[in-house]
């Protein structure tokens, strides 16, 4: 059986693989010339420009190969912390696999590498252990509302009536309906050893699925999305497959543990909020819920003869509407999607209307709130 410290040491260098991938698949979100926005979090605050900004992605990844390979804990507070800096810098990376990423090397950081404290790295194990079955439990609850099944479920399945039959598809159709509410308690039964030889294989399969529909033999989309389901089978397995324990562990000094309390205020309590819409989606766990805020720009004939050609592509026209699809274009141009929030499509607004000369009657913001899942 494995040592809780060995595995700390493996959740390390997992999570830094997985990080690394998915900057790999998504280099435009981190540096290079392109036309959706930088939104930063301090106005006025835009960095580097491209080609400059090459030195971001640069640093990024030198952090990366020196943390893989180092067991010192000052370059993961470094990397920790320039990655917070590039958050700053452009919200739309605040990515729900960057932003975990970081999280759990910041609970890493708090283990103290001494094989002879077990209340040192048991608390900490404990804390990883808390935060990821989170994500699933919230991934849960996102995905408790009417556009799940209808929309991103039925999208995502598509790609299977080329093998089923309309009667197979139907039965898929009417499972999505308790996706939710199963995803909601496998995420519960990890945290209870006696659940987890049920929860385990489930997750598993879960993220083995969803990589198939997503992956080349379903729609071969998303790519950054494909190193993040990976690192989330091999954290299911090493935080929760065929765990030990220790017999010196005292569970009052979790108690005393800041990176217990860390987890429950980022994981737990401030996702809440998202529910009621008075916190970001994508640090809530809405991971493929079909509810997110929405956006189009609907531009007059006057802005879109201004656009340049290459963003034409992301417009459909018809006789009254000249509409942009804000998602698609940061999906196509990023390789991630933008994050689905207000201050996001106002600022990709203002951009348009800047590049076309016109203004706000010419470039309007059509905005669709997500349906509250509670209303507090």
């Given amino acids: 059986m494995m040592r809780i410290t060995e595995r700390l040491r493996l959740i390390k260098l997992t999570v830094l693989g997985g990080l690394l991938l998915s900057v790999l698949l998504s280099l435009n979100l981190w540096a290079g010339q392109r036309w959706f926005p930088k939104v930063p979090a ?36 470094i990397l920790i912390l320039f990655g917070a800096y590039l958050c700053i810098e452009d919200q739309n990376r605040l990515q729900p696999w960057f932003v975990n990423y970081l999280f759990i090397l910041l609970i890493l950081q708090f283990y103290k590498h001494r094989m002879d404290q077990p209340n040192n790295f048991t608390s900490v194990f404990i804390s990883l252990q808390v935060l990821v079955a ?18 991103t479920f039925t999208w995502m399945i598509d790609p299977l009536r080329s093998v089923l039959s309309d009667k197979q598809m139907s039965l898929f159709y009417r499972f999505g309906n308790v996706v939710p509410y199963i995803e909601l308690l496998t995420g519960i039964g990890l945290l209870f050893r006696p659940a987890r030889f049920i929860a385990l294989p489930l997750i598993i399969t879960m993220h083995v699925f ?21 690192v989330m089978i091999v954290l299911c397995l090493l935080l929760y497959g065929n765990t030990p324990t220790d017999r010196f562990f005292d569970i009052s000094f ?26 970001d989606s994508y640090l809530s766990s809405s991971l493929y819920s079909g509810n997110t805020n929405g956006c189009k720009l609907i531009l007059s004939d006057t802005a879109y003869n ?10 459909t026209r018809d006789a009254d509407y000249n509409l942009l699809f804000v998602k698609h274009w940061a999906m ?45």
């Fill in 42 to 77: 301090i106005e006025g605050l835009y960095g580097l420009y491209a080609p400059y900004d090459f030195v971001y992605l640069a640093v990024l990844l030198l952090l990366i190969f020196v943390c893989f390979f180092s067991s010192a804990r000052a370059p993961v507070w």
């Fill in 134 to 151: 989170l994500i699933y439990i919230y991934s849960g609850i996102q995905k408790l509302n009417p556009f799940f099944v209808t929309d």
């Fill in 254 to 279: 979790l108690i005393k543990h800041l990176p217990f309390y860390m987890v429950l205020l980022v994981m737990l309590v401030l996702p809440f909020f998202s529910l009621n819409n008075k916190y």
């Fill in 306 to 315: 201004r656009l340049p050609l290459y963003l034409r592509a992301f417009v």
């Fill in 210 to 230: 969803i990589l198939l529909m997503l992956g080349p033999a379903g729609r071969s989309v998303n790519y950054v999305v494909w190193p993040w389901n990976l």
């Fill in 332 to 376: 196509t141009e990023l390789n991630a999607p933008c994050v689905p929030e207000h201050r996001i499509f106002e600022n990709v607004q203002k951009r348009v209307i800047l590049l076309t000369r016109t203004g706000p009657d010419d470039v309007k913001l059509d905005y669709t709130e997500r349906k509250k899942i509670l209303d507090f």
